[in-house]
């Protein structure tokens, strides 16, 4: 989807003015503001209404902008980012002073990616200064996957939303720490650890071997306003009612009525499922259901991510 030079520009201003706006990237729609100011930094813990201690990513359009904002980054690092950016990883480096510690809920490190998203690269090109976003939805509910999930869960909080169409990746990036030289999934995602994995060796996993897990990580994130039970695929569901809906992975075989059922991906591709995740889950949770089952996917590639999502969401 084309987005006009005119809509960028305009957006820009807005971050230089210390605005908030929503663009898109390959992953979610992020809600942006200048990474550099404080307090348009907190404009977005406030209409995300997000807990100070979640530190949010920050997102630049080029190699200078990485410079700026870290303080030393290793051969290893430099290795993943010739690899994969532009595109779905983010990295937690050591912080430079002039990022906030509001950016960074107070730790020495700071997550920084390259979207391989056109209009989130000259929106961040023309801002001139890296742009601080997490997912543009209320704390704790469903990543937006289009401009129009961002509108209906947050419109008269932000300044703009520049619509891009829908995201072509779907689920958020895969954020690898490597402190101490040690590589360590803090988030599975968008980027598959397998790929990451044939530059870094296996990667530590956070949570486990004493490593903690990363900040903001809370057991229970992207959920819908309806309960939402995890299945094995395929499984029997007892008794479903009209105001039960159905998640399914590849095509459904039960023949009890559901108000209303989806499948993430008739061939059961998870790259297409992960892309149609949070828009069937909005589109289910639109329609008040009282529960909604979801199958669960295969664990690897985006599998990975997709259940980790699916697992919080119905935690
Ligand atoms: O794909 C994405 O990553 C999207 C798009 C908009 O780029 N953004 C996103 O942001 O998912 P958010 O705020 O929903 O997730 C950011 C997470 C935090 O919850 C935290 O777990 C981790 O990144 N994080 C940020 N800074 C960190 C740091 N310094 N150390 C460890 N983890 C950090
Ligand atoms: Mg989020």
Known sequence: MRVSNDVILNAAELIKKGGLVAFP?????????????????????????RPFFDPLICHISDIEMLKKITDGITQQALDLIGKFW???????????????????????????????????????????????????????????????????ALSGE???????????????????????????????????????????????????????SAPGLLPSHYAPGAKLILIEENAEIQAPTDKTALLNFGPNRRTNKFLKVLELSHERNLNEAAVNLFEYLHQLDYLSPDKIYAEKVPQHGLGIAIMNRLQKAAF
């Open 25 to 49: 990237t390959e992953t979610v729609y992020g809600l942006g503001a200048d990474a550099l100011n404080p307090a348009a930094v907190a404009k977005i813990f406030e209409a995300k209404k």
């Open 86 to 152: 532009p595109g779905p990883l983010t990295l937690v480096l050591p912080k430079a002073e002039c990022v906030p510690a509001l950016v960074t809920s107070g730790l020495p490190t700071v997550a920084v990616r390259m979207p391989d998203h056109p209009v989130a690269l000259e929106l961040i090109k023309h801002s001139g200064t890296p742009i601080a976003a997490p997912s543009a939805n209320p704390f704790g509910y469903l990543s937006p996957t289009t401009a129009e999930h961002v509108r209906k």
């Open 158 to 212: 932000i300044d703009y939303i520049i619509d891009g169409g829908k995201c072509s990746i779907g689920v958020e990036s895969t954020i690898i720490s490597l402190e101490n030289n040690k590589a360590c999934l803090l988030r599975p995602g968008g980027l598959e650890i397998e790929e990451i994995e044939k530059l870094t060796g296996k990667l530590t996993i956070a949570g486990s071997d004493c490593i903690p």
